[in-house]
């Protein structure tokens, strides 16, 4: 069971903007960077955002990362069909020696 | 570009040992973590543990009682094993390479790529 928690859907239509939350906790989000990762059904995950906000080559600029405090966020602007897929934000956290955690996953829509 | 690919049984009987291999190309193993990983059927990820190039370990604490990673360098290779399988231990396990960055405020961020397309291990007698 993961501690750090997604809701688990969020929809929009085309060209809309769309916001998935992470809520974590002092020993993890509180205290390491928050990564974001894109599953397509079927697929394995690909890294989305890491280091809180950067994007690795060859992702689009719509997809955008913060962090404030326990909790991260995603943003997806200009909301895109090929954008529909699952979401994970994922950790380091440093109770227990240390371990990683990805979130719930959150699945996006587009209408 | 690297690409890692896993290879093993796809079905292990309830009890026995899980072991799978995770091969590298296009790069070395050196100055790398190298992750496993699993998704059970239409459920969440969940982190298995890593391997730092010179042998350290680092598992999760729920598996840890039962989970051993090894690397290979000669063969730019990776290893799970996983012992007295359930049930519950059925998932598509994936490899991924993991990096360790520290931000200017110094936290450190652990994340991975790229990940190899999984293989799904069922665990049925």
Redesign the interface.
Known sequence: QSVLTQPPSASGTPGQRVTISCSGSSSNIGSSAVNWYQQFPGTAPKLLIFTNDQRPSGVPDRFSGSKSGTSASLAISGLQSDDEADYYCASWDDSLNGFYVFGTGTKVTVL | QVQLQESGPGLVKPSETLSLTCTVSGDSLSLYYW?W?RQPPGK????IG?IYYTGST????SLKSRVTISVDTSKNQFSLKLISVTAADTAVY?CARG?L?Y?TSG????????????TLVTVSS
Do not use: A, V
Not at chain 2, 44 to 47: A, K, S, T
Not at chain 2, 107 to 118: A, L, V
């Open positions: 992750g990983i969440e990820l969940e982190w890593y680092y598992y999760n604490p994936y990096k960055r931000t936290s450190r961020s652990h994340y991975f790529d790229p990940w190899g397309q999984g």
